[in-house]
């Protein structure tokens, strides 16, 4: 009796899983759907099946699953659960066929393949470890092979299979761990939020400090802290609270041990009293001599023990997941862990491992020795951004272990953790100089130089006569940066002159180009590394600031962005805050007023409860944004409540009253500025700041007309101001400054020559005259519909003529223009002579106040015998700028993306001229396209060809050059069901033409794989 292939496996096993309860994840799910082979490979507990099956059927419009088991190693077995799993799936019928058939195991996963390309789909295989066994490697690579398909392996274990390696080497593989599937801190809370919890900032830290972001940990904690099992502060000691942590968390330490060996338990759980084990470390402590082979055997097993790097000496090091640790430590007998402990605090002294040793001393009860260590080490783990490690070691401590030099080292931890209320407290209970000095290292970071006077007074008295040279300087350069953040760069100098090589130095001085240089020169070395946060001396926000000084929109978005995952690393909320001031700015440069909202309403939130410094520069950016927005009484109250918060920050207040008056400068309330300018004046010429001095006189002359050589001067040595939109340049629009640039050159014609490289910059080929700048941008469209729309208008202007339209796209086809008369005969070619020349003359007076009301008659319509639009870079036609690019050559860097991003057609029109150029246009862009689709896969780009020819084929399907092109480059990304659709869409449209395909594309279509027919 034959056994039926159903009879091989389960319907159980085929069915996508439910996700309820998942956590959004769009990080995630962006990984999820990188590549055509998705490789996740983490312990259990870590969310693969869930993360999978959350992606459902919104990511994915066909999806199949299977969960692998032993049985599967048996190609048969595998073979029909890769049948029953595809069923539902447009063919799905055919693998079952094929093993009623008799057919063999590896040619149904070659038409499960098919089934997947021809649907694309995606099919997860779950417990992928069963697939380790070379019996089944051919099927494997059969699916493996799907075309536009997807397929998802999940393991416990690394999957070392050479048909995963063979595809990766082409670069369509992507492998995920279990770093990428842990809960971010954000999603931690998102759990939290989910069982109906309110947890605070420091509440969510913890509990991903606690669970290092374990998804069944997390959902785990969220549970008990939902029904009053635990509370999350109570948790903080995850080495000293083995009980509750023990009973907590049991079921998931056994869910992730399952059975293991007594010889591989007993390692395991003996050795829990260590953060990290090694082979020389349970050799000493625990005189186990197989140390090495247990530790290996433990970490291939799949449990919660991962390697984390070789040693010094050879051999390997390895971690288990702090609530594992917990749960074993709980499970030794009375005093083992103590004595353990007390052995390994001896081991790590002789190997001179101080940090570890503290640990096992704390362990074993030696608080006095832990003491000790942690007041000789702690400056230095501090430095290296340890804090949560000398917080916690501090609250282990009883207190009769504590001195006034923990009390200061507990100062310092806060105060690096942005918790500067506490950090005072606790400087208060240090010896009288660590208190003065904790204390203006407080006012320094938070850059409150009125608070560091006070106690830089007091340390210099306790200093003096003391005989510590070393600390009487160091007290000078910190009494030197605090005149440096009071914004009094010279004096900061004079007592401490390396700080003129400082960045920041360079900034408030005026010299930004080397300000730059620097920052980016500290940003270097700032990611990724272990540091304790540099608040606002940080490289990267520093440069961001920069850039958005000097006009470089997207330099200081990245590097703001980049802070600010830094921020979040290092958890400091004063980085993250002053990150999103600083992400506000660089909108605010880009002209994106809602995003710079956005940023700045996030910077206060975060900066509330931190410190009043960090309010100040989202302040300023919305006190500038309501001002422009024409509400002054708003903006006079922001920009006050900002002044309020400068701490003495000299610099600071002409920042403030500088963006102020800016923002009533571009409202159009010249008038409301005076005030605001004179004292943003009086306190950048208190600094010594030429580049505040510049963007004043800039402003001055925008709003008042006077003070033209301080502003050519501010023009000549910072063009930015006129050449960007600058976070401080005097007027938004480019058109706007343009015509600034006009003025000042005729209010001081013998310096025209210095301005020569602004106007130059500002496209114009030497310094214009006032009458040639409007002061606005007009940009004409003709592709799709004719239409004008005017720089920072949100409507396209109203025509007061139809034919004033009709004329407007006729000089756009016309680009060096045409005789007055052939315009005349274009638009009345029926009228009498009189008639037509007045109804021509009403015309193209409507077209000029459609184009030019506001600006001099001529700005942009060369009127007279020969009529023409003229160029320049006030005027923008998006059908010139069509035609320069299709005039560009072929492969041009750019010249792809910029051909697929063009109007489809030139606008309809009754105009016979306007019909022939869209003509030639229509015929122009796919060519054009068709060719860069060629260029591209030429140079291994089937991506950037599949873009250009897809395009080319929307606008003419049937083009058979940009359907060739779409063939290959399909085929060459392994969608070969894709390159058969274009060529059945191919075939449709010149069917509809009673056309055929040509030869070369019938061969084409035979070449890469199957007959020629509509159907593929």
Not at 97 to 110: E, N, T, Y
Not at 591 to 613: F, M, S, T
Request: charged share 20%; proline share 6%; net charge negative.
């Amino acid at each position: 009796m034959s056994v039926s292939w159903r009879d091989l496996t389960s319907p159980r096993r085929a069915r996508w899983p439910a996700a309820s309860g998942a956590v959004a994840r769009p990080r995630l799910r962006a990984l999820l759907g990188a590549s055509p082979v998705l490789v996740v490979v983490a312990p259990a507990g870590y969310g693969k099946t869930t993360a999978l099956a959350a992606t459902g059927p919104d990511t994915d419009s066909a999806r199949a699953w299977l969960t692998l088991d032993a049985d599967d190693a048996d190609p048969q077995v595998l073979a029909a659960g890769l049948a029953l799993a595809v069923e539902g799936l447009p063919g799905g019928a055919a693998p079952g066929a094929l093993l009623d058939a008799g057919a063999s195991p590896r040619r149904v996963a070659a038409r499960v393949a098919d089934v997947l390309d021809g649907a694309r789909a995606r099919l997860v295989l779950d417990e992928a470890q069963h697939l380790l066994t070379p019996l089944v490697e051919g099927v494997l690579r059969e699916v493996l092979d799907c075309g536009a398909g997807r397929v998802t392996l999940l393991s416990r274990v690394p999957l070392p299979l050479p048909d995963l390696t063979r595809l990766e080497a082409a670069g369509v593989v992507t492998r995920l761990s279990a770093a990428d599937l842990g809960f971010t801190p954000d999603e931690v809370g998102a759990v939290l939020r989910a069982q109906g919890l309110t947890p605070g900032n420091a509440e969510v830290r913890q509990a991903h400090a606690l669970t290092e972001g374990w998804p069944i940990a997390a959902r785990f904690l969220a549970h008990s802290v939902a029904q009053g099992r635990v509370g999350l502060r109570a948790l903080a000691d995850l080495d000293g609270g083995e009980a509750q942590l023990g009973t907590l968390f049991a079921y998931l330490a056994q869910e992730v041990l399952g059975p293991l060996e007594p010889a591989l338990r007993n390692v395991l759980t003996r050795g829990s009293v260590f953060e990290e084990l090694t082979a020389d470390l349970l050799e000493d402590v625990l005189e186990e001599p197989h140390a090495g082979a247990l530790l290996e055997a433990l970490a291939r097993s799949g449990t919660f023990l991962t390697r984390t790097g070789p040693v010094e000496g050879g051999g390997g090091a390895y971690r288990a997941h702090p609530l594992l640790r917990a749960h074993l430590r709980s499970a030794l007998p009375a005093g083992e862990a103590t004595r353990v402990a007390a052995r390994g605090a001896a081991y790590f002294e002789r190997t001179g491992r101080p940090r570890r040793a503290m640990a096992a001393h704390l362990l074993a009860g030696n608080a006095g020795r832990a003491a000790q260590l942690l007041a000789a080490h702690g400056d230095t783990w501090l430095s290296q951004g340890r804090v949560t490690l000398v917080e916690r070691s501090l609250h282990r401590l009883p207190p009769d272990a504590w001195t006034p030099d923990l009390h200061a080292l507990a100062g310092d931890a806060l105060r690096l953790s942005s918790r500067y209320d506490g950090a005072l407290a606790a400087y208060a209970r240090a010896t009288p100089l660590r208190r003065a000095l904790g204390e203006v290292q407080v006012a320094l970071d938070t850059v409150q130089p009125d608070e560091a006077w006070a106690p830089l007074d007091v340390a210099e008295a306790l200093l003096t006569g003391s005989g510590d040279g070393a600390a009487l300087v160091g007290l000078r350069r910190l009494r030197a940066e605090n005149l440096l953040n009071a914004g009094q760069p010279g004096p900061a100098v004079a007592l401490e002159p390396a700080l003129a090589g400082g960045a920041r130095h360079a900034l408030r001085t005026g010299d930004l180009n080397r300000a730059l240089a620097l920052a980016q020169d500290a940003a270097r070395g700032e990611t990724g590394g272990a540091r304790a946060a540099q608040n606002h001396r940080e490289g990267l926000l520093l440069a961001s600031f920069l850039h958005a000084i000097c006009g470089d929109a997207p330099a200081a978005v990245r590097a703001a962005g980049e802070g600010l995952a830094e921020g979040e690393r290092l958890d400091s909320p004063f980085v993250r805050a002053l990150a999103l001031a600083r992400l506000g700015h660089a909108h605010l440069s880009a002209g994106d007023d809602p995003a710079a909202r956005a940023a700045y309403d996030r910077a206060l939130e975060l900066a509330q409860g931190v410190v009043p410094r960090l309010r100040v520069e989202p302040l300023m950016g919305h006190a500038f944004l309501t001002a422009r927005a024409g509400d002054p009484l708003r903006a006079r109250t922001l920009r006050d409540d900002a002044l309020a918060r400068t701490g003495g920050d000299g610099y600071m207040r002409g920042l403030v009253h500088l963006a102020a008056g800016l923002g009533s400068i571009q409202a159009g309330d010249a008038a409301g500025t005076a005030d605001d300018l004179d004292a943003a004046r009086d306190a950048f010429t208190a600094c010594g700041d030429a580049f505040g001095l510049a963007a004043v006189a800039l402003a001055t002359f925008a709003a008042h007309g006077h003070g033209a050589p301080e502003a050519v001067q501010g023009a000549a040595r910072y063009p930015f101001l006129l050449t960007t939109g600058a976070m401080f340049a005097p007027l938004r629009s480019r058109a706007a400054r343009a015509r600034l640039l006009a003025t000042l050159a005729e209010a001081r014609p013998h310096e025209r020559a210095a301005l020569a490289s602004v106007a130059a910059a500002l496209g114009y080929a030497d310094v214009p005259a006032s009458a040639d700048t409007p002061g606005f941008g007009v940009h004409v469209h003709v592709l799709e519909r004719v239409q004008v729309v005017r720089e920072h208008e949100s409507q396209p202007r109203e025509w007061g003529r139809a034919k004033a339209r009709d004329l407007l796209a006729l000089l756009a086809v016309h680009r060096a223009g045409l005789p007055r008369e052939a315009a005349q005969e274009a638009l009345f070619p029926d009228a009498e002579p009189g008639v037509g020349e007045r109804n021509f003359r009403v015309t193209l007076h409507a077209l000029g106040q459609v184009l030019e009301d506001g600006a001099a008659s001529g700005v942009f319509v060369e009127r007279g015998e020969w009529l023409r639009l003229r160029p320049g870079p006030d005027l923008y036609v998006d059908l010139w700028a069509a035609w320069d690019i299709l005039a560009m050559p072929a492969g041009t860097p750019g010249r792809l993306p910029a051909l697929a991003q063009l109007g489809a057609r030139v606008a309809p029109s009754d105009l016979r001229d306007v019909q022939r150029e869209a003509e030639r246009y229509a015929a122009a862009l796919p060519d054009a396209l068709a060719t860069e689709a060629g260029v591209a896969l030429e140079a291994g780009d089937p991506d950037g060809a599949a873009v250009a020819a897809e395009r080319a084929l929307i606008l003419d399907p049937a083009h058979e050059p940009a359907a060739r092109a779409a063939m290959r480059a399909h085929h060459a990304r392994g969608h070969p069901a894709a390159a058969r659709r274009v060529y059945a869409g191919l075939r449709g449209a010149l069917c509809e033409l009673d056309l055929s395909p040509l030869p070369e594309t019938v061969a084409l279509r035979q070449a890469l794989g199957g007959p020629d027919g509509a159907g593929g």
